[in-house]
């Protein structure tokens, strides 16, 4: 099967070999990429203690750029949504990573239940108001630090020519609201997907799926948890 995959290159990369090992396709076309400000972390690490919450794994990703300035904080209690960013953390050094299998809210629900003190969130933008909308329920007190943007990218002509002039993708991966939005909001990419077309669109989230429009959303398969292995299994 054709898959086309919209995630930021990074990961994107990941998700190809996984595609490839299951007998697929993969189609790379990013519609995102990250602008890392490792400044940013590094102050509010330096200004912290206690317990950090990451709801992607891009957080990570700004940490890693840190080498020995990051040892310090290795022994912090880590929060992180997903296991495959759990995962990330302890691959590089953090020691006590807790996981949640759900969304955002479900993360907050994991700090509630651990009762951790304070709280750093190292937060990209844009980004759901899920995990920070649930902490305030709860009362948990925390700060934010916005250490990356995930910046939109707007694939040339050529390249959606190069991906549905011979036989469509079969599927479409979207794992963030963000990037169904820009996906559909590019012309040649929404005429690319036409009513009839009988593409499936395969969708981390009824969140994801909220940005796919209307007339398509018969197309729309809706991931059973929120996570890769929950979407790959749809194909």
Same mark, same amino acid.
């Given at each position: 099967?054709?898959?086309?995959?919209?995630?930021?290159?990074?990961?994107?990369?990941?998700? #190809?070999? *996984?595609?490839?090992?299951?007998?697929? /396709?993969? $189609?790379?076309?990013? %519609?995102? =990429? &990250? @602008?890392?400000?490792?400044?940013?972390?590094?102050?509010?690490?330096?200004?912290?203690?206690?317990?950090?919450?990451?709801?992607?794994?891009? #957080?990570? *990703?700004?940490?890693?750029?840190?080498? /020995?300035? $990051?040892?310090?904080? %290795?022994? =912090? &209690? @880590?929060?992180?949504?997903?296991?495959?960013?759990?995962?990330?953390?302890?691959?590089?050094?953090?020691?006590?990573?807790?996981?949640?299998?759900?969304?955002?809210?479900?993360?907050?629900?994991?700090?509630?239940?651990?009762?951790?003190?304070?709280?750093?969130?190292?937060?990209?933008?844009?980004?759901?108001?899920?995990?920070?909308?649930?902490?305030?329920?709860?009362?948990?007190?925390?700060?934010?630090?916005?250490?990356?943007?995930?910046?939109?990218?707007?694939?040339?002509?050529?390249?959606?020519?190069?991906?549905?002039?011979?036989?469509?993708?079969?599927?479409?991966?979207?794992?963030?609201?963000?990037?169904?939005?820009?996906?559909?909001?590019?012309?040649?990419?929404?005429?690319?997907?036409?009513?009839?077309?009988?593409?499936?669109?395969?969708?981390?989230?009824?969140?994801?799926?909220?940005?796919?429009?209307?007339?398509?959303?018969?197309?729309?398969?809706?991931?059973?948890?929120?996570?890769?292995?929950?979407?790959?299994?749809?194909?």
């Amino acid at each position: 099967m054709r898959v086309l995959v919209t995630r930021p290159a990074h990961s994107a990369t990941r998700t #190809a070999q *996984r595609l490839r090992d299951m007998g697929h /396709e993969p $189609l790379l076309l990013p %519609l995102r =990429r &990250p @602008l890392h400000d490792g400044n940013a972390a590094a102050d509010a690490l330096a200004t912290t203690s206690g317990a950090i919450a990451v709801t992607s794994a891009e #957080a990570i *990703r700004v940490l890693s750029a840190f080498g /020995e300035q $990051l040892h310090p904080h %290795l022994a =912090r &209690p @880590l929060f992180a949504v997903g296991e495959t960013t759990a995962e990330e953390a302890r691959s590089l050094g953090f020691r006590s990573v807790a996981s949640s299998r759900g969304n955002g809210g479900d993360l907050a629900d994991l700090v509630a239940a651990e009762k951790p003190g304070t709280l750093l969130y190292l937060a990209g933008t844009p980004r759901a108001e899920t995990f920070e909308g649930r902490l305030r329920e709860l009362g948990i007190h925390f700060s934010v630090a916005e250490c990356y943007r995930m910046q939109p990218v707007v694939p040339s002509p050529a390249e959606i020519e190069a991906i549905f002039s011979g036989p469509h993708p079969e599927a479409i991966l979207f794992y963030s609201r963000q990037t169904a939005e820009d996906f559909f909001r590019v012309p040649e990419l929404r005429s690319a997907v036409p009513e009839h077309s009988g593409i499936r669109l395969l969708c981390l989230s009824e969140a994801v799926a909220e940005a796919v429009p209307a007339a398509l959303r018969k197309n729309v398969v809706i991931s059973p948890m929120p996570d890769e292995k929950s979407l790959l299994s749809l194909l």
